[in-house]
């Protein structure tokens, strides 16, 4: 029952907060604050709603200043809301192209300035990411990225796609990582309280100086961080249960 309640005000949410984030997107056409207003839009109602329980440590993410690359773990689809809360100013996203296609979260995702990227084109794919150069030395503005490409689905991170890490050494910008903990796997939306989950940001990892035959290093350093970021996390709900 209480399943069934919850899904059908998300729907009613999300619904709700498209149209408003188009109308905000409308006022402000592909300003790239957009991502961080409409993704609190969906994120603060959502997390009353599903019953999730959030615990930050994100101030290095929200204080950092510079344009930088944010990498973040994807487990569903959930992640909208999750980490809506915390995308920092002027920050676009880079999604795949057929987003555009979804009522009300399409039009409001592209109307915020956010990268489409048609992954099925891989020669397509590749120049809209290396586009993405002078945004980043340019205009004052960060890019998020699911660094997998796809949902895990809480079965632990999968290979890092590459497109991330050559835009932040093309245009010599630092990476930051965020991490959440496995929630995917662990939600009861038929209780109350569905789920614990740990949000961690850590420290920025510079790509100054660095040219693409160090790509492979810098991926794995990159990874093994994250990884063990979410372990930690994951390790500590454990105990807490």
Same mark, same amino acid.
Not at 19 to 29: A, D, E, S, T, V
Not at 71 to 76: D, E, F, L, T, V
Not at 176 to 193: A, D, E, F, I
């Given at each position: 029952?209480?399943?069934?309640?919850?899904?059908?005000?998300?729907?009613?949410?999300?619904?709700?907060?498209?149209?408003?984030?188009?109308?905000?997107?409308?006022?402000?056409?592909?300003?790239?604050?957009?991502?961080?207003?409409?993704?609190?839009?969906?994120?603060?109602?959502?997390?009353?709603?599903?019953?999730?329980?959030?615990?930050?440590?994100?101030?290095?993410?929200?204080?950092?200043?510079?344009?930088?690359?944010?990498?973040?773990?994807?487990?569903?689809?959930?992640?909208?809301?999750? !980490?809506?809360?915390?995308?920092?100013?002027?920050?676009?996203?880079?999604?795949?192209?057929?987003?555009?296609?979804?009522?009300?979260?399409?039009?409001?995702?592209?109307?915020?300035?956010?990268?489409?990227?048609?992954?099925?084109?891989?020669?397509?794919?590749?120049?809209?990411?290396?586009?993405?150069?002078?945004?980043?030395?340019?205009?004052?503005?960060?890019?998020?990225?699911?660094?997998?490409?796809?949902?895990?689905?809480?079965?632990?991170?999968?290979?890092?796609?590459?497109?991330? !890490?050559?835009?932040?050494?093309?245009?010599?910008?630092?990476?930051?990582?965020?991490?959440?903990?496995?929630?995917?796997?662990?939600?009861?939306?038929?209780?109350?309280?569905?789920?614990?989950?740990?949000?961690?940001?850590?420290?920025?990892?510079?790509?100054?100086?660095?040219?693409?035959?160090?790509?492979?290093?810098?991926?794995?350093?990159?990874?093994?961080?994250?990884?063990?970021?979410?372990?930690?996390?994951?390790?500590?709900?454990?105990?807490?249960?």
């Amino acid at each position: 029952m209480l399943y069934s309640l919850r899904m059908l005000l998300m729907s009613v949410h999300f619904v709700v907060a498209g149209m408003i984030g188009i109308l905000i997107g409308l006022c402000r056409p592909f300003n790239p604050d957009n991502s961080r207003l409409c993704g609190r839009l969906y994120s603060l109602p959502a997390m009353r709603i599903l019953g999730f329980k959030v615990k930050k440590d994100v101030e290095g993410l929200l204080e950092h200043q510079r344009s930088c690359v944010i990498i973040a773990n994807h487990q569903s689809n959930y992640d909208l809301f999750v !980490f809506g809360g915390v995308v920092p100013a002027r920050t676009v996203t880079i999604g795949k192209k057929s987003l555009k296609w979804i009522p009300f979260f399409g039009q409001l995702f592209w109307l915020a300035g956010n990268v489409l990227i048609d992954r099925g084109n891989a020669q397509r794919a590749k120049k809209a990411m290396l586009s993405t150069t002078d945004t980043l030395q340019h205009q004052d503005t960060s890019i998020w990225v699911f660094v997998e490409g796809t949902r895990n689905k809480g079965r632990g991170l999968l290979p890092f796609k590459k497109g991330a !890490f050559q835009m932040a050494i093309n245009a010599g910008v630092p990476i930051l990582p965020v991490c959440v903990s496995t929630y995917s796997n662990h939600m009861r939306l038929n209780s109350w309280h569905a789920a614990d989950v740990l949000m961690k940001s850590l420290k920025p990892i510079p790509t100054a100086g660095l040219t693409q035959d160090d790509l492979p290093a810098l991926i794995e350093e990159c990874r093994n961080q994250m990884q063990a970021c979410i372990q930690a996390m994951d390790e500590q709900l454990m105990q807490a249960r």
